[in-house]
């Protein structure tokens, strides 16, 4: 079940913070199951633009961890 408070937390958060603990979540991230989820999904569709999703993924980078692509 989605709270009030969960999404309020969502829709404060930008594309790159969205898709930054998407990337980097640890298998089983309670917040990509149920009805959060899909409303984590729904949230990054409407937020995706081609550039914002390229400005975002370069600013995150591919390391396994937020701290290995600090370096």
Known sequence: MLSESDKQ???SLS???LLRHWRF???GD???FG????YWIQKMRKLHTNEEHTH???AIGWGTTEKENAK
């Open 56 to 58: 975002a993924s370069k």
């Open 9 to 11: 937390h969502i829709d």
């Open 30 to 32: 309670p917040w990509f």
């Open 15 to 17: 594309y790159e913070d």
């Open 25 to 27: 979540a640890p298998v």
């Open 35 to 38: 009805e959060t989820g899909d």
